[in-house]
């Protein structure tokens, strides 16, 4: 309970910044749509979110190292609350793609600063129970953010002005704090031909989990839409699926532990392709199949960026899991900034139905590339602990550090 008490500044800051950069992407969806922008044109927003994601990760150790943690928070929560106040001044896509790059760029910030404290705070002994407290309330806000989107109208600026407000409420906890500010952590060198060397399949698999998340939650209120839903019912549908995520944790962790974990991805790809095929099927069993498919999905895709990065560690050495994760984050970059735009370029050209075919199509190739590794080299026999690795800063391989260390 001490140990809570004294993360709960930091604990709120990463509630209240989920609600915010949770809520933006379906809402620019929406707003797009009623805005009469183009497929492509709300797809691009997804992509400039993770562009500047990408480069949040890569420049705010480097910035925290120079200004300071609060400091470095502080101007990645106004570069946010920025880019959320001015949607609606300027109505254009190309600027809206802008101004994603900034919300990208403040989530990968803020989580950066929010990481390297939790990290010089932990222990070995208390890092597992802050890590177990950490993922609930990141993936409680995430959940709360879909279902934002239900009582937020498309294309109003007050609409964008509450989540511009809890982009700046999330500054007040850890900015108003009286615990001393750590270290500051040095940036890992980003080695992307790291994560290749250790595991090709795990490389692989990252770009297929960014394939599968990315497109989903960009582009999945243009399919909502598309099929019938409304906006409240396309914030269930979005909810859905990160509740399935959240549930596959437990079981598929213990088949990773349990089996090869190459097998765990082939069969987890399968189960994807499934998912697709039930979930495009489903738009004619009414709204209430139409959210079960969604958390089927998410079940099935959530699991594999942990799943992959599992694997990726059972061949590193100790000293090699920070950079290592970096790297594994720089392919999953990579496959989220190109997935929502072609996935709203298919949705364009052959109907909303493309976008699980394009899903369903990368999960193939997965399988296929699963089943050349599992002849390339034989499984480990002492493996890493599997663990759930949220995509949201380079800090964190430090802040899960010891924890996939088997005694």
């Known amino acids: 309970m001490r140990l809570l008490i004294s993360l709960a500044a930091l604990l ?5 910044l989920q609600l915010s950069s949770g809520g933006v992407g379906p809402l620019d969806a929406l707003s797009g749509l009623a ?3 183009s497929r492509q044109e709300i797809g691009m927003l997804g992509s400039a979110h993770f562009f500047g994601f990408f480069i949040g990760c890569w420049w705010a150790p480097r910035l925290m190292g120079s200004v300071g943690h609060s400091r470095a928070f502080a101007a990645f929560t106004a ?13 254009d896509a190309y600027a809206w793609a802008v101004m994603r790059v900034a919300s990208g760029l403040c989530v990968a910030g803020c989580y950066t600063v929010i990481e390297a404290w939790l990290q010089a705070k932990v222990t070995n002994e208390t890092r597992g129970r802050t890590m177990g407290v950490y993922r609930v309330v990141d993936m409680t806000g995430s959940l709360a953010a879909q279902m934002v989107i239900g009582v937020l109208t498309p294309a109003s600026y007050i609409s964008y002005n509450i989540l511009a407000i809890l982009c700046c409420a999330a500054l007040l906890p850890l ?3 009286t615990a001393q500010q750590p270290e500051t952590p040095s940036a890992p060198r980003l080695r992307p031909r790291l994560a290749w060397d250790r595991s090709p399949l795990a490389a692989a698999g990252v770009i297929v989990a960014a394939l599968s998340s990315a497109s989903f939650r960009m582009v999945g209120p243009v399919y909502g839409q598309d099929v019938g839903l409304s906006a409240g019912q396309i914030a269930w549908f979005l909810s859905a699926f990160v ?19 190459r097998w765990v991805l082939i069969w987890l790809s399968a189960a994807a392709i499934v998912s697709c095929g039930i979930t495009v099927s489903a738009t004619g069993l009414g709204t209430a199949g139409i959210m079960l498919t969604a958390g089927l999905f998410g079940l099935t895709t959530f699991p594999i960026y942990s799943v ?4 990726a560690h059972d061949f590193a050495s100790a000293d090699e899991r920070v950079e290592l994760s970096a790297a594994l984050m720089f392919f999953y970059a990579i496959g989220a900034i190109a997935a929502p735009y072609f996935a709203s370029a298919l949705i364009t050209t052959y109907g909303p139905g493309a976008l699980f075919g394009m ?4 999960h193939g190739v997965l399988i296929v590339f699963g089943l050349t590794r599992l002849r390339a080299r034989p499984t480990r026999e002492k493996r890493t602990r599997y663990i759930y690795a949220p995509r949201t800063s380079f800090i964190i391989g430090r802040l899960i ?4 260390e088997r005694d």
Request: net charge positive; proline share 2%.
């Open 79 to 91: 570069t946010g609350a920025i880019g959320l106040l001015a949607h609606m001044m300027v109505v």
């Open 243 to 261: 509740l399935g995520g959240a549930l596959a944790q437990y079981p598929v962790g213990w088949l990773a532990d349990k089996y090869d974990r």
């Open 401 to 404: 550090g010891r924890s996939r």
């Open 175 to 177: 900015t108003l704090t």
């Open 12 to 16: 709120l800051s990463v509630l209240l």
């Open 308 to 311: 992959a990065a599992s694997h």
């Open 35 to 37: 805005l009469d922008f």
């Open 359 to 362: 899903i369903s199509a990368g």
